[in-house]
């Protein structure tokens, strides 16, 4: 218990000489070339590199006189694109899942379709976006049209897939073939190997995939938002603090700062239900 | 035995593993002389392959003093007398065999004309001619494990140490392999220490063999081999080696390997 | 000997159509469905244009998209070759020490889950918004933390026996490296490297996005979906889409030479 202790204390001091580190780093950086007035690689000055005080500080400012602070807004936006980004994660992690299932199911569509799913990761998503974003506006279903935030959504499903379809094939894959043919010994159907035996030898993959496409879904959220004209999420606020940054570019890193912390809290969500979820000997994160 | 005969010296070695933890070692004395060929022997967690660590330099004793050829276990590692195999052959993937086989003759300065005369000798030596150009997951366990072997023996070294090197190896390799690796030791006259926990294979091997018993790990007896040398197929079948193994059995449960709980060795 | 070649020149080519026919068949299928298929369905030209358009848009501005497409390939390079080179070099550090490597291995691990494409707009404010450094350098931190947690990983994955060896042949650490840590490393290095090129791509067009020259392949794919032209939008979206599964394909072929001894490749898997 006590040791316990002692090592969550050295986390937490590992941490806070992390933050410090970066801290100076920022700080020195900023001093060292705006003394000796160097500008390669870029000029330092307050607009190119504020303050991390300050960056912090524009947080815990109203955005105009007698309003709420920026954080209260950031804490909203940040709200907003996460459930646009974990809308996305469960569809594209659900079509990543069902693909890579018939993918390893199948051979012949191992050798069909893999290449075109590796490949549909270097079409440039941000330039789909507008179209998809604009396109899906006139798609209904049974009358029911989908919200414009489900569209980014889709981006963020995209991007979410491929990570998953990747490590259930593997993970499907890697159980072991004695454990298969024991279950076949028992006259077991191939449903039932797939659940009781494929499923759990494929936890593992699966969750380091969903670390992959917890980051990425909120990547395609964020980006999703940017071309796609709504406002109330972290892409909007990027948009409309990049078109001021000359005057407060604190504002954009605040904004960045937020979308980092999302990203790495989506992050640290998969790895506690993989905690509580898988119970496989400890490894290595991702 | 004589001093000056000794290639390992052993004196009051004690190795503990964290602060407080488990007692590997403990007290352990021990001689080797020239050429011979020692087994230790023991259940898991007797620490054997630990013993094996500390003489090779590998892991630190906690107290007690190696001598190997009257050297400090430091200065023997760094005057490279020491060959090591392993229970896997831990080969390089992506090495061929002969650079495999090379790689301590790169190291230690050779130049390419000697390391390939070498490593043609070695090849002949462990009976792979004409494999020096496949790679290691081309090559059945056995295999891979006599390429160890060459590796280990590629620069000549004084001793040899060998943790379990066909523990992974089925019944039929296994004495296979037992047999070339006399026929080895007999041609090169180099000293072996070898750790296994088949007796067999320990009263096959040795002139000696070291029986040690868990927790504390210590040396509870040491049993002369008085075998005829060379050992062949029928000295498998000798009532005398019968004999010998039914002492060496008789000995790991006299030190208590009867009551040994499982538990994973502890190799750091 | 010519008889016998006979058969197995004949079976090599059974094993190629085995190997590429059905992904042969599934892009004459994904040709027709897009040519034919979606139109007929009613899929709106702004969401899809017919591939014979694409192609006609393409023909008509090849020159525009293929200049363009250098442009933005040269800042995904540069950000590839810069990224992949620190994360590299700064995997070495973490690996010479280790008990700073696993106390930071977190932060990295944590700071890959950074939605970096959003600092596009900062990286234009650094650099200038034309210039192509600000893509370089999106494109750069994109493929600086996957290759950094890959390689150290590898560098560090050895078998301890593996370290043993080279500590009983009193190996010094530029040995250890060179002859183990490196060459053990080398399998992860290239699937970040695989990665990284496609990140790469990503963020030089993504920086376009927030502006850039206007020749550069992202800022064509923004002006042609303004303009309405998504014939043309759309076949410079198939110009990145190349040069990015050509950069891919680049890394697994050098994959191929450099590390031909590794399992998942003599397997053919990947």
């Not at chain 3, 006979?6 to 068949?25: C, D, E, F, L, M």
Request: with cysteine; aromatic share 10%.
């Amino acid at each position: 218990m006590r040791s316990r202790i002692g090592t969550a204390a050295a986390r937490v001091a590992v941490l806070l000489l992390v933050l410090a580190g970066l801290w100076a780093l920022w700080e020195g950086y900023r001093k060292l070339w705006e003394s000796t007035g160097w500008t390669w690689p870029f000029p330092v000055n307050s607009t190119t590199m504020p303050h991390l005080h300050d960056i912090v500080g524009a947080l815990f400012d109203p955005i105009r006189e007698g309003e709420p602070l920026l954080a209260r807004y950031m804490l909203d936006a940040a709200l907003f694109t996460a459930k646009e980004a974990a809308v996305g994660f469960l569809i594209g992690a659900t079509v990543g899942f069902l693909l890579g299932a018939l993918i390893a199911r199948f051979g012949v569509l191992q050798r069909g379709i893999m290449p075109y799913v590796v490949a549909s990761q270097t079409i440039p998503i941000l330039a789909l976006a507008p179209i998809v974003v604009v396109g899906l506006g006139s798609v209904s279903i049974a009358g029911w049209t989908p919200k414009d935030w489900m569209r980014v959504s889709v981006i963020a499903a995209y991007l979410t897939f491929f990570p998953v379809t990747v490590n259930t094939v593997r993970g499907l894959r890697s159980a072991d073939p004695a454990a298969v043919e024991l279950m076949q010994s028992y006259a077991a159907r191939e449903w039932s190997i797939f659940w009781k035996l494929r499923v759990p030898a494929a936890m593992p993959y699966l969750f380091s995939a969903f670390k992959v496409a917890a980051t990425a879904s909120v990547v395609g959220a964020v980006i999703g938002e940017l071309p796609s004209s709504i406002q109330d999420g972290l892409g909007g606020w990027i948009i409309n603090f990049n078109q001021y940054y000359a005057l407060e570019p604190e504002n954009l890193w605040a904004v960045n700062l937020v979308a980092a912390l999302l990203g790495i809290a989506f992050f640290l969500l998969v790895v506690l239900v993989e905690k509580l979820v898988v119970h496989h000997p400890p490894e290595q994160l991702v | 035995m004589k001093p000056s005969e000794a290639v390992v010296t052993a004196r009051g070695i004690s190795k503990t593993f964290g602060k407080g933890g488990v007692t590997a070692l403990q007290d352990i004395e021990l001689d080797v002389g020239r050429g011979e060929f020692i087994s230790l022997i023991g259940p898991s967690g007797c620490g054997k392959s630990t013993l094996l660590r500390v003489i090779g330099d590998l892991v630190d004793p906690t107290s007690g003093e190696i001598r190997v050829n009257g050297k400090s276990a430091r200065q023997a590692r760094l005057d490279r007398d020491y060959g090591i195999v392993f229970q896997s052959a831990v080969l390089y993937d992506w090495r061929t065999v002969a650079k495999n086989i090379a790689l301590p003759l790169e190291l230690m300065g050779f130049n390419r004309a000697e390391r390939a005369a070498r490593v043609q000798e070695l090849l002949s030596l462990v009976e792979l001619d004409g494999f020096e150009k496949h790679y290691p997951w081309q090559l059945s366990g056995g295999m891979q494990q006599r390429v160890s072997i060459a590796r280990a023996l590629s620069f000549t070294p004084a001793l040899l140490l060998m943790d379990e090197p066909f523990g992974a190896l089925d019944e039929m390799t296994r004495e296979r392999m037992n047999d070339e690796l006399l026929r080895i030791w007999t041609e090169i006259r180099s000293t072996v220490i070898f750790v296994t926990h088949s007796i067999t294979e320990a009263v096959y091997l040795s002139t000696r063999v070291v029986v040690m018993s868990p927790r504390p790990g210590r040396i509870t007896s040491v049993l002369p081999i008085d075998l005829e040398q060379p050992r062949t197929r029928e000295t498998r079948e000798d009532p005398r080696f019968f004999e010998l193994v039914t002492e060496v059995r008789e000995a790991l449960h006299a030190g208590g390997a009867d009551d040994v709980v499982e538990e994973p060795e502890v190799v750091e | 000997m010519s008889t016998l070649a006979h058969p197995a020149s004949g079976r090599r080519n059974t094993q190629r159509v085995r190997k590429w026919g059905p992904a042969a068949i599934v892009f004459g299928i994904g040709m027709a469905l897009w040519q034919w298929v979606l139109p007929a369905l009613g899929v709106e030209r702004y969401l899809l244009p017919p591939l014979s358009d694409v192609l006609q848009a393409f023909w008509d501005n090849r020159s525009e998209l293929v200049r363009g497409g250098w442009i933005t390939f040269k800042e995904a390079l540069g950000g590839f070759v810069l990224g992949c080179s620190l994360a590299f070099g700064f995997a070495l550090v973490l690996a010479r020490w280790r008990p700073l490597g696993s106390a930071l291995m977190p932060y990295m691990i944590a700071a890959n889950a950074v939605p970096i494409v959003a600092f596009a707009p900062i990286t234009n404010a650094w650099f200038g918004t034309l210039s192509p450094w600000s893509k370089v350098v999106i494109a750069a931190v994109l493929c600086f933390f996957p290759v950094l947690v890959n390689t150290l990983r590898g560098l560090t994955s050895l078998r301890p026996e593996s370290l043993e060896l080279m500590r009983s042949y009193a190996a010094p650490q530029r040995v250890v490296f060179a002859r183990a840590r490196i060459p053990n490393s080398l399998p992860f290095v290239f699937s970040a490297l695989k990665i990284a090129s496609v990140l790469a791509m990503i963020g030089a067009v993504v920086g376009d996005y927030f502006g850039g020259s206007t020749e550069a392949l992202g800022v064509q794919i923004v002006s042609s979906v303004s303009l309405a032209q998504y014939e043309t939008a759309w076949a410079a979206i198939l110009v990145a889409s190349l040069i990015g599964i050509a950069f891919y394909a680049a890394v697994a072929l050098a994959e191929r030479l450099v590390v031909g001894w590794h399992p998942s490749i003599r397997a053919g898997v990947d």
